[in-house]
C-alpha cells in the first residue's frame, strides 16, 4: 500500500483529477445507489471553506506588506498595465458571459435565496461586508470584508521591521502549503463531487461543464491574442504579435503545464535577461505579477459566479455587472500561486448577489471539474503576460524618451 501511495503521488495532479473524474462518472452509472461515495465530495467542499478564508487574508496581506518605497523602476507602468489587463479581462468576461449565458446544476439550496433588488442594495451590501468584524469576517467567510483588512494591514505592515514582513510570508507559506495538500485531495473528491452530480442529475449536467470550459477558454484567448496584443501596440507603437507570440511560446507553455505562476518566476527571469531588461525593473515585476497579475483568474471568477448568478436566476444590471468587473480584478490580485488558487475566491464574488457560500463552494467544486484545462490556460495568460507587460514598460519608455530600441526575440 504504501508503494501504491508513492507512486500515485508521483503522478500530475491533472493525470489524478482525470482519474478522479473517470471513477465518478464510472462509479455512477455502475452503482448510482452507493449513496458514501458523496462524503469524499463534501469532506473536500468542507476543507476548502475553512482553509479559503485565512488563505485570502494572508496571502494579500503579504504581498502589500513586501512593497518597497523609493525605488525607481518602471513600476507604475508596470502595475497600469497589470491593472488595466485584469479589469478587462474581468469585463471581457462578463460580457462572454451575458452573450453566453451558463447554468450549472448544483445540488442544493438554489431555491432558497433572495436576490437583491438592484445595484443599490448590492452596493450597500458590499458596503456593510467592508466594515465587518475581521473576526466575524473570517468565521462567516466574508471574502470583501477579509479582503478590505488584508489590504489595510499590508499598508501600515509596510513600515514593520523585516522580521516581521518574513513571519507574515511565513505564514502565508505555511497556509498556500496546507491549501496544497487539500488540493492534493481533489481527486477523491471530484470523485464524489461527479458522482452525486450524475446521480442527482444525470450523465446530460456533464455537458454543462464543456459549455462553462468553452465560454472560459474562449475568454482567455480572446485576452492573450486580441486585447493584450492591443494594450501592448498602444504602448510601443510597433506590431505587438511578434512579442505577444515570443511570451506565450516561451512562458505561456511551461506555465500551462506547471499550472503555477509562482513556479514560473525563474523562467519568466531567464527570458528578461534574455530580453535585456533592467534587472531593477523585472526582479520586482516578475514576483509581484506572480502574485497580482492575474487576468486569468479574472476571468474565472466573473463566468463561474455568473454561472451561478443565471444557476439561481438572478436578474443582473449594468452597474452591478460592472461592480463585478471591478471586484473580480482586485479579487484575482488575491488568488493563490497554487493550483486552483482562483477557485477559492468565487465565493467573495458570489457574496455582492447575496449567494450563500454553501453554493459558491459547490460552485468551485464545479471549478475543480473542469479545472483540468481551465487552470492550466490561466496560468499561462497570467505567467505570460507578467513577462509581456515587464517588457512592454521598458520598451514605451524608450520610446518616450526618443530612444531606439530592438525587441531581441
Known amino acids: 500500500m504504501k508503494t501504491f501511495i508513492l507512486k500515485w503521488n508521483q503522478v ?16 455512477a452509472l455502475s452503482i448510482p445507489n452507493a449513496t458514501g461515495i458523496t462524503i469524499f465530495g463534501s469532506l473536500f467542499v468542507s476543507s476548502l471553506k475553512a482553509v479559503a478564508p485565512v488563505l485570502v487574508l494572508l496571502l494579500v496581506m503579504s504581498a502589500i506588506s513586501k512593497h518597497k518605497k523609493g525605488h525607481q523602476t518602471n513600476m507604475k507602468t508596470i502595475l497600469a498595465l497589470y491593472g488595466l489587463s485584469t479589469f478587462l479581462a474581468g469585463l471581457i468576461a462578463v460580457i462572454a458571459s451575458f452573450i453566453f449565458p451558463v447554468s450549472l446544476s448544483l445540488v442544493t439550496g438554489v431555491n432558497d435565496l433572495t436576490p437583491p433588488e438592484g445595484i443599490v442594495e448590492v452596493l450597500k451590501t458590499v458596503l456593510f461586508q467592508v466594515v465587518d468584524n475581521p473576526v466575524n469576517a473570517l468565521m462567516n467567510a466574508n471574502y470583501i470584508g477579509i479582503l478590505t483588512w488584508a489590504i489595510l494591514l499590508g499598508i501600515v505592515l509596510r513600515n514593520a521591521n523585516d522580521s516581521t514582513k518574513d513571519m507574515l510570508s511565513n505564514f502565508s507559506d ?20 461527479v458522482f452525486d452530480t450524475i446521480t442527482a442529475n444525470g450523465l446530460s449536467s456533464l455537458l454543462t461543464y464543456g459549455k462553462l470550459l468553452l465560454v472560459l477558454v474562449g475568454c482567455m484567448l480572446f485576452m492573450a491574442l486580441v486585447i493584450n496584443p492591443l494594450i501592448v501596440y498602444i504602448n510601443i507603437r510597433r506590431n505587438p504579435y511578434p512579442l505577444v507570440f515570443y511570451c506565450l ?5 511551461t ?5 503555477s505562476s509562482a513556479a514560473n518566476i525563474p523562467v519568466n527571469m531567464r527570458i528578461c535577461e534574455k530580453l535585456g531588461l533592467d534587472k531593477d525593473t523585472y526582479s520586482v ?5 506572480a502574485t497580482i497579475n492575474m487576468a486569468g483568474a479574472a476571468v474565472t471568477i466573473s463566468v463561474l459566479t455568473l454561472a451561478a448568478v443565471h444557476t439561481v436566476g438572478i436578474e443582473v444590471d449594468f452597474g452591478t455587472a460592472l461592480i463585478l468587473s471591478i471586484l473580480s480584478a482586485v479579487a484575482a490580485a488575491g488568488a493563490s500561486g497554487v493550483a486552483g488558487g482562483s477557485l477559492l475566491l468565487i465565493p467573495l464574488a458570489c457574496s455582492i448577489f447575496g449567494i450563500p457560500n454553501e453554493i459558491a463552494i459547490q460552485v468551485v467544486g464545479v471549478g ?4 483540468v484545462l481551465q487552470d492550466s490556460f490561466e496560468t499561462a495568460l497570467n505567467s505570460s503576460s507578467d513577462l509581456l507587460f515587464t517588457a512592454t514598460a521598458e520598451y514605451s519608455k524608450k520610446r ?7 525587441i531581441n526575440i
Not at 478522479?20 to 462518472?25: D, E, Q
Not at 506555465?255 to 499550472?259: H, L, M
Not at 475543480?368 to 479545472?371: D, L, R, S, V, Y
Open 285 to 289: 515585476s516578475i514576483p509581484l505579477g
Open 249 to 253: 511560446k516561451e512562458s505561456g507553455i
Open 174 to 193: 505555511a497556509v498556500s502549503q496546507i491549501v496544497k495538500w487539500v488540493i492534493s485531495l481533489a481527486p477523491l473528491g471530484i470523485m464524489g463531487l
Open 368 to 371: 475543480f471539474i473542469i479545472g
Open 12 to 27: 500530475s495532479l491533472v493525470q489524478r483529477i482525470l482519474v478522479g473524474i473517470i471513477a465518478g462518472i464510472v462509479l
Open 255 to 259: 506555465a500551462f503545464f506547471t499550472r
Open 400 to 406: 518616450k524618451e526618443g530612444k531606439e530600441f530592438m
